[in-house]
């Protein structure tokens, strides 16, 4: 018998800024992207149970950024 295990990433939520960030890697100041991942267990392709997910607060031109913790991510999508 063939059972093939996995892990694939997948955005769950995307989302720019409204109040725009100075970037320090590319000198450019723009309205950052704020964005949920998480890396899922899958079976045969089929995306199972989220194994981790991450929170990412970046610059839109360059991809330089930062993580963030789930309360610091809650705060900036709400503001
Ligand atoms: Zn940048």
């Not at 590319?26 to 949920?36: D, F, G, H, P, V």
């Not at 839109?60 to 309360?71: E, M």
């Amino acid at each position: 018998m063939f059972i093939l295990f996995g892990a694939n990433d997948k955005v769950m939520e995307q989302q720019q800024c409204r109040i725009p960030e100075h970037c320090n890697h590319c000198n450019n100041t723009s309205n950052w992207i704020l964005e949920k991942n998480a890396t899922y267990a899958s079976l045969f392709f089929i995306s199972i149970v989220p194994l981790k997910t991450r929170y990412l607060y970046y610059c839109p031109i360059c991809k330089h950024g930062q993580k963030l913790d789930a309360d610091a991510y809650n705060w900036k999508k709400n503001s």
